[in-house]
């Protein structure tokens, strides 16, 4: 479904919008970054988790065949 949508801007409104609009937008990728930054720790943090649980079975193999 496709909408289209007309917009009459009156004396300096366009303007406005586009400023509000810009800043939206900014906010809005700032947001995403932060939480990108945030899911890249996470995904560290199981990495270290899923070398910890190799490391760890590997060591209970060695000593089971001691």
Known sequence: M???REDTFYFGEAEEFERVT???YDHVIIQLAEH???LAVVIDHLNQFKSYIY???FSI???DKS
């Open 2 to 4: 496709n909408i289209q």
């Open 22 to 24: 810009k800043a939206i």
């Open 36 to 38: 990108i930054r945030e």
């Open 55 to 57: 490391a760890n079975k």
């Open 61 to 63: 193999i060695i000593k």
